[in-house]
């Protein structure tokens, strides 16, 4: 016979047997057992006590009372199962191989907000003790994150649940996140997220090279912010009240990483182990335990692994395991914590489709976002007016390109200079750069194009091509009346305070004056040579090498073209003598193209990517 306790028959009484399902089955059963009779008084107790034992679905069944079809079995079960009736298991069911970050976040909250990192990544199993606890890579109170994992086995989901973590919990104020993917590239999908500034891939050495730049700098000025608050992140953040963004790094595939890009390895050693006090964090992935050197393994104080080829390599990693090994599902691993215990890696979201899912998710984001990292900085296609925007302003700081090893915006003033000369081996390689320039001085100055090629058909421009010895004629008594005016005022500047700037772009300095007459040579030679700074007429002079080196015999070229100052444009730089420089280098000589070129400052050149026209290229 099958009965119950006396706690279950109590509940389901409460609950009134006649309207279930499972209760009218069993009422139309042959050789009925009236449960009441069996189970109630002194007699019932007695017999239960001597023979129940455990059933299936918290029933037990009484060796004293008749036999119990199967039927009665099944039907009682429905009638157990109706009623939420169960045995207490003896332990907890296994962690289920699909878990995910939401809810796991509902069953024990968050942890991880504000400056504080400590992403959930999945949850661990603790048998022994009968419980099941949260896994987090607790990136702000330990430090850097190494996951192992033979391919295949989910360490691509691991980096992809934590990056979703993350950038679920903070915003672009609090987290800024740089993602190298030498792996399969899945982690591509947060791109657009607002807190990641770069996704970088083994093709893309540029902004993999100016990232290690940028941590490089940004560490050093953390060290110079923080000295006075504590030295690191946390004091500077409790004492200044000031919120900088945490970085952190993603890298998959540590292997491939080192492989292409070796000359690295010492910067990533030096930023992992000193980087964590300044709040710049790494979390990597690697193969197996020869992937990456020893001493930069010692940077990673959180290290877990998933599956291994190599059974062995467990205990290497996470210390004695009691011979605890994964179970043989992909994400499942063993990490080290008060002892060594299973887990299971989360997934980001239940989706059938998880990576257009975390696609949209990182868009919304982005849509609803007033903050963004940091982005890495790489030379861009074209450097044009637009670009440098946002650095236009007079023609003290007149922005001419990027330049190329810092990727800062590169500028010449052209308050203290009569002439800036702009030398190349062919006129033709400035044209691009001569039109570009122009149209960026004609926003800050009263800007006139002197063409004798007819190089230049920017119609937003003023470009003289025809009369050019009304244009001296013109400048010339610009001149005077500024030089009059400046002598009349006891020689005091504020005197030509009203007058405007006036600058000169001469494209081909020798043709120009090759079509003057003699009165106007005259006359231009005298206004250049008698030129000042403070009258506010400038001129910027293109030709090549050897047609502006053939003036230097006149008094204004030996005045205003010192050599020590000026740009080059193209190849050809270490071979030319107008612009000098104070040592000459093996990369000077290399063929750099028309589009870049040399911006010399007291004899000291720098590779710039020049000011460009978009519609030429």
Not at 24 to 38: C, I, P, S, T, Y
Not at 102 to 129: A, Q, R, W
Not at 528 to 535: D, G, P, S, T, W
Request: negative net charge; aromatic residues 12%; hydrophobic residues 40%.
């Amino acid at each position: 016979m099958i009965v119950m306790t006396e706690k279950e028959i109590n509940m389901v009484a409460w609950r009134n047997l006649d309207r279930l399902d499972a209760f009218h089955a069993l009422q139309a059963l042959e050789d009925q057992v009236v449960l009441k009779e069996v189970m109630l008084g002194d007699s019932g107790k007695e017999r239960v006590e001597k023979y129940q034992v455990p059933m299936a679905e918290g029933l037990v069944y009484n060796f004293a009372a008749k036999k119990v079809n199967d039927r009665v079995l099944a039907t009682l079960s429905d009638l157990a199962k109706e009623e939420n009736v169960y045995a207490r298991p003896l332990w907890l069911e296994p962690i289920p191989e699909r878990i995910y970050i939401d809810s796991l976040e509902s069953k024990y909250g968050t942890l991880s907000h504000g400056v504080y990192l400590e992403p959930i990544v999945g949850e661990y199993d603790d048998p022994f003790n009968q419980k099941q606890g949260l896994l987090t890579v607790p990136l702000s109170r330990e430090g850097n994150c190494l996951i192992y994992g033979s391919a295949g086995n989910g360490k691509a989901t691991f980096l992809t649940t934590l990056c979703y973590s993350l950038i679920k919990n903070h915003t672009a104020e609090e987290l800024n996140m740089y993602i190298l993917d030498f792996g399969s590239e899945t982690l591509k999908v947060f791109e657009t997220a607002p807190q990641v500034g770069g996704f970088m891939t083994s093709a893309d050495e540029e902004m993999i090279t100016n990232r290690f730049k940028m941590l490089q700098a940004e560490m050093n000025e953390r060290r110079s912010l923080f000295s006075d608050y504590g030295g690191d992140y946390a004091s500077y953040y409790r004492n200044s009240g000031t919120v900088i963004p945490n970085i952190v790094v993603v890298l998959n595939d540590f292997s491939g990483f080192a492989e292409q890009y070796e000359d690295f390895q010492d910067d990533f050693t030096v930023l992992s182990r000193d980087g964590v006090k300044y709040g710049i964090y790494f979390a990597v992935s690697a193969t197996g335990t020869n992937a990456i050197r020893y001493r930069t393994q010692q940077n990673f104080r959180v290290v877990m692994t998933l599956q291994l080829n190599d059974a062995t390599d467990y205990s290497i990693i996470v210390g004695k395991t009691d011979g605890l090994i994964p179970s043989a599902y992909k994400g499942r691993g063993v990490v080290a914590m008060d002892r060594v215990y299973e887990f299971q890696t989360a997934y980001a979201m239940d989706s059938a489709n998880l990576r257009e899912t975390i696609i949209e998710f990182c868009d919304g984001l982005a849509k609803n976002s007033d903050s963004f990292a940091k982005s890495v900085p790489i030379l861009p296609d074209t450097v044009d007016c637009d670009f440098v925007g946002d650095y236009i302003r007079d023609i003290s700081r007149v922005p001419v390109g990027v330049e190329k090893s810092s990727l800062n915006i590169s500028f010449v003033n052209l308050t203290n200079k009569v002439v800036l000369p702009v030398v190349a081996q062919e006129l033709p390689e400035m044209i691009n750069f001569a039109e570009e320039l122009s149209v960026l001085l004609s926003e800050i100055a009263n800007t006139t194009v002197i063409d004798p090629e007819e190089f230049i058909y920017k119609e937003e421009l003023s470009v003289v091509n025809m009369d050019f010895d009304e244009v001296v004629k013109d400048v010339f008594a610009e001149m005077v009346e500024r030089h009059n005016s400046y002598k009349d005022g006891r020689m005091e500047k504020e005197v030509l305070a009203g007058f405007d700037d006036r600058i000169y772009v001469i494209l081909g300095y020798k043709r120009f004056y090759e079509k003057l007459s003699a009165d106007s040579k005259d006359k231009l030679n005298v206004l250049l040579e008698k030129a000042e700074e403070i009258y506010k007429i400038h001129f910027v002079i293109f030709d090549t090498a050897s047609q502006l080196m053939s003036q230097n015999y006149n008094t204004w070229y030996k005045k205003h073209i010192s050599g020590s100052d000026g740009i080059w444009v193209g190849d050809g730089f270490a071979d030319q003598y107008t612009i000098k420089i104070s040592k000459i280098t093996a990369d000077l000589y290399d063929d750099i193209g028309s589009e870049y070129g040399y911006v010399v400052s007291k004899n000291r050149p720098v590779l710039v990517k020049l000011l460009s026209s978009a519609e030429r290229e």
